[in-house]
């Protein structure tokens, strides 16, 4: 291999990897002026021509959010309802998902249909009817009452389902044959599997209820019981917004959110779905 | 296969298990006497922390627990509809209008009226003559110029109404040289509300979108589609940036780069311009005239006493107590408001001269703008029109300012909304 040959590959990338970095750094610009702003006092905030660095850095956003609002109990109401509601969600899903994707029934079928016809309503537009029966069974002003209607998204069993569809029947019928039965292939044969799944959903899951918001506030109605986002909406005022408290806020409650990435990063990147089988 | 079954039965055993364990989480409703008074309200750092602070001062005084519930302010009347239907109302509530979904549950406050002595015109009573609510503070309209750009071009303009005051083409010729001496971005900034756009109205020969006496019609004059018409052509991306109403972009964080010779707005700002505008000074001046002098003011908020909570003697006490001459004065120092009751003196930790010229302002507005506001409140506490989904004149506007629809349209589409919430 002569020199020319070895270096012609990275001269090929040099341009395209510079491309792909300008980018990442194009991304990056919103999220850096958003946390350094966190440490700008509120005079510097809008001040013109823009500055990208404070000129007077200062902790008073962080100092008055964390005085003003009590984030160790919101913290924990919200990571109580995002981790139930996301083990409950993944479990149910994986098993409405393998049922629609094993099992050859017109009624499943339709069944399914059903469940896929709810991703064409708004959420806003089931939120009388939902809160009627959270009232019904006396879950108003509980945890459980965001909990609970949380569990079923369509989205994670149609993920299921799809995944599912994918894993070859033959792979039952074996396990079927050598004794197994349907409770056994479910959670030893396919549950392991579908862990790319499971990871994806999961992060989904938790993401979608450590920011819901809407639902929550209807719910609650004990501050004891807020959650983060509830609280962090209040401090936009009818005509001001305390930006600097607000900022400030809003990087603590990102913290937790940061922290399941970087745990969960090769889930979230692994696109590598169809591990384990061979085809 | 007794391992299969067993691991099976426990997974589905945990399972069905923790269903009724989360549903116990939680769940109990406020009711009992001794329990603390819940007040909801929305407020920002002043508004909230000057509520705050009060409850701190009642505890003390009296022992009782006041817990300050303080809700996103767009999601207010949802919250407190959605308590309504559970039968979880809060003792107490700062809620921007009387809402019909939760009119029938308050407690007369024409007692409380009689002693605290609101500002005639700021709450109103049914035919029954219940009082249902009292006005927590006043806002009004009023104008704000950025200092050092108008001192730079050496441009005067008036501060005290004792001047003669500006008509609006004095003061937008003023504010053009302003800006073409400094090289600033646009004159004007006004907020996206027709609280605001009221006030241009009322100050250039309209008298805005008002109900007749009988509270059975809506009915604009004769001046309103001129004026109207005014302030749609002001929108040129020189005078005022058209981005602030048809984008939504925010008139205040405008104002506070020191790109804008003037801004629209009103006395809530003040507290906030004390606390964050550093690079240059600002000063509060009378708005221009063409020709009535006038600011659109009204309560900001309503302090209702919620039925059925089992703590309605209680709250009753507290909001006696918050409306007393002393405490009233506190509460409106810190929080920076304009009092709502007659003869309330206030002084402010700062710019009391900026408070001072709001209430000159409101004392030398024209009398329809009160009744205007009064005709309003008792269409409210009447619980007899349905609640609007928008505000029609903002929105009818924007699509003028878009050049879809004309002003002559704005007024004839805004008045067939308002009376169809009537009919």
């Not at chain 2, 627990?65 to 300050?68: R, T, Y």
């Not at chain 2, 002693?115 to 500002?119: H, L, M, Q, S, T």
């Given at each position: 291999m002569?020199?020319t040959?070895r270096?012609?590959p990275?001269t090929?990338w040099?341009a395209p990897?510079?491309?792909?970095?300008?980018l990442?750094?194009?991304?990056?610009?919103?999220v850096a002026?958003?946390?350094?702003?966190s440490?700008?006092p509120g005079s510097e905030?809008?001040?013109?021509?823009?500055?990208l660095?404070?000129?007077d850095?200062?902790?008073?956003?962080?100092r008055?959010a964390?005085?003003r609002f009590?984030?160790q109990?919101?913290?924990?109401?919200t990571?109580?309802?995002?981790?139930?509601t996301?083990v409950?969600?993944v479990f149910?899903?994986?098993?409405?998902g393998?049922?629609?994707?094993?099992?050859r029934?017109?009624w499943?079928q339709a069944?399914?249909l059903?469940?896929?016809?709810?991703?064409?309503?708004p959420?806003e537009?089931i939120?009388p009817?939902?809160?009627?029966v959270?009232?019904g069974?006396?879950l108003?002003n509980s945890?459980a009452?965001?909990?609970?209607?949380?569990?079923i998204t369509?989205?994670?069993i149609?993920?299921f389902?799809q995944?599912?569809?994918?894993v070859?029947?033959e792979?039952?019928?074996a396990?079927?044959?050598?004794?197994a039965?349907?409770?056994r292939?479910f959670?030893?044969?396919?549950?392991?599997?579908a862990r790319?799944?499971?990871?994806?959903?999961?992060?989904?899951s938790?993401?979608w209820r450590?920011?819901d918001?809407?639902?929550p506030l209807?719910v609650?109605?004990?501050q004891?019981?807020?959650?983060?986002?509830?609280?962090?909406?209040?401090?936009?005022?009818a005509?001001n917004i305390d930006?600097?408290v607000l900022?400030?806020a809003?990087?603590?409650?990102l913290i937790?959110?940061?922290?399941?990435?970087?745990?969960f990063?090769?889930?979230?990147?692994?696109?590598d779905?169809?591990?384990?089988?061979?085809? | 296969?007794?391992a299969?079954n067993?691991?099976t039965?426990?997974a589905?055993g945990l399972?069905?298990a923790?269903?009724?364990?989360v549903?116990a989480?939680?769940?109990?409703?406020?009711?009992?006497?001794d329990?603390p008074l819940?007040?909801i309200l929305?407020?920002?750092?002043?508004?909230?922390g000057g509520?705050?602070?009060m409850?701190?001062?009642?505890?003390?005084e009296t022992g009782v627990?006041?817990?300050?519930v303080d809700?996103?302010?767009?999601?207010?009347?949802?919250?407190?509809?959605n308590a309504a239907?559970?039968?979880?109302?809060?003792a107490i509530?700062r809620m921007?209008?009387?809402d019909?979904?939760?009119?029938?549950?308050?407690v007369?406050?024409?007692?409380?009226a009689a002693?605290?002595?609101?500002?005639e015109?700021m709450?109103a009573a049914?035919?029954d003559?219940?009082i249902?609510?009292l006005p927590?503070?006043?806002?009004?309209?009023?104008?704000?110029?950025n200092k050092d750009?108008w001192?730079?071009?050496?441009?005067e303009?008036?501060t005290?109404?004792d001047?003669?005051v500006?008509?609006?083409?004095?003061?937008l010729?003023?504010?053009?040289t302003v800006r073409?001496?400094?090289g600033?971005?646009f004159?004007?900034t006004?907020?996206r509300?027709?609280?605001?756009?009221?006030?241009?109205l009322y100050q250039?020969?309209?008298?805005?979108?008002?109900?007749?006496d009988d509270?059975s019609?809506?009915?604009?004059?004769?001046?309103?589609?001129g004026?109207?018409?005014?302030f749609i052509?002001?929108n040129d991306?020189?005078?005022?940036?058209r981005?602030?109403?048809?984008t939504?972009?925010d008139?205040n964080?405008m104002f506070?780069?020191?790109?804008?010779?003037?801004y629209y707005s009103g006395s809530w700002?003040?507290?906030d311009?004390?606390e964050?505008?550093a690079?240059?000074?600002?000063?509060?001046?009378?708005?221009p005239a063409q020709?009535?002098q006038?600011t659109n003011f009204?309560a900001a908020?309503q302090?209702?006493?919620f039925?059925?909570t089992?703590?309605?003697?209680?709250?009753?006490?507290?909001?006696r107590?918050?409306y007393?001459?002393?405490?009233y004065?506190e509460?409106?120092?810190i929080a920076g408001?304009l009092?709502?009751t007659?003869g309330?003196?206030v002084?402010?930790?700062?710019r009391?001269e900026d408070f001072?010229?709001y209430?000159?302002a409101?004392a030398?507005s024209?009398?329809?703008?009160?009744?205007?506001k009064e005709?309003?409140?008792?269409?409210?506490?009447?619980?007899?029109?349905?609640?609007?989904s928008?505000?029609p004149?903002?929105?009818?506007?924007v699509k003028?300012?878009?050049g879809?629809?004309s002003?002559?349209?704005?007024v004839?589409?805004?008045?067939?909304?308002?009376?169809?919430?009537?009919?």
């Open positions: 002569t020199p040959t270096t012609a990275s090929r040099i990897t510079a491309l792909l970095w300008a990442a750094a194009l991304f990056l610009i919103p002026w958003f946390l350094l702003s440490f700008k905030l809008f001040t013109w021509p823009l500055r660095f404070p000129q850095w200062t902790l008073d956003g962080y008055t964390w005085s009590d984030f109990t919101y913290f924990l109401n990571a109580f309802v995002a981790v139930v996301t409950f969600t149910v899903s994986a098993c409405t393998f049922a629609l994707a094993k099992y029934n017109r499943v069944f399914f059903m469940i896929l016809a709810t991703t064409m309503l959420t537009v939120m009817s939902t809160f009627a959270i009232l069974l006396g108003y945890l009452g965001i909990i609970i209607p949380s569990i369509a989205t994670g149609f993920m389902r995944f599912f569809l994918t070859p029947d792979l039952l019928q396990a079927r044959i050598d004794g039965g349907e409770f292939i959670f030893t044969l396919m549950l392991p599997i790319p799944i499971i990871a994806v959903l999961a992060i989904f938790f993401q450590w920011n918001y809407i639902w209807l609650l109605n004990d004891d019981k807020y959650t983060l986002q509830i609280a962090l909406r209040s401090i936009v005022g005509e930006w600097s900022l400030g809003s990087v603590i409650s937790p959110m940061v922290l399941l990435f970087l745990v990063r090769r889930q979230i990147m692994n696109s779905i169809s591990s384990g089988l061979k085809d | 296969m007794p299969l067993r691991r039965l426990l589905a399972a069905t923790a269903v009724p364990t549903a989480c939680g769940g109990n409703s406020s009711g009992s006497t329990a819940q007040f929305s407020g920002d750092a002043n508004q909230g509520y705050a602070t409850a701190e001062k009642y505890q003390e627990v006041v817990e300050i809700v996103p302010y767009d999601d207010l009347q949802t919250k407190v509809r239907q559970a039968n979880d109302l809060p509530g921007p209008s009387v019909p979904v939760w009119l029938d549950r308050t007369d406050l024409a007692d409380i002693e605290v002595k609101p500002i015109g709450y049914d035919e003559g219940k249902p609510a927590s503070d006043l806002t009004a309209v009023g104008m704000f110029l750009l001192d730079e071009a050496g441009v303009y008036p005290s109404f001047d003669n500006w008509t609006w083409d004095e003061f010729e003023s504010a053009r073409e001496a400094t600033i971005r004159s004007l006004m907020d509300s027709s609280h605001r756009l009221s006030s241009f250039n020969g309209s008298e805005g979108l008002a109900l007749t509270l019609e809506y009915v604009a004059n004769d001046g309103t589609a004026a109207l018409e005014r052509a002001m991306d020189e005078v005022m940036p981005s602030v109403w048809l939504e972009e008139p964080a506070k780069t020191g790109q804008i010779a003037a700002q003040i507290a311009f004390v964050n505008i690079d240059f000074e600002w000063i509060s001046v009378p708005m020709p009535d006038a009204g908020a302090i209702v006493v039925e059925g089992g703590q309605e003697e209680q709250a009753l006490d507290f909001v107590w918050l007393s001459p002393e405490n004065a509460i409106s120092r408001f009092p709502a007659e309330v003196e002084s402010y930790d700062a009391q001072d010229l209430n000159a409101i030398g024209p009398a329809f703008v009160g009744q205007i005709r309003d409140l008792a269409l409210q506490v009447s619980g007899t029109a349905a609640p609007l928008g505000d004149l903002r929105d009818e506007t003028a300012i878009s879809d629809i002003a002559e349209e704005v004839e589409n805004a008045l067939a909304q308002l009376n169809e919430s009537l009919a």
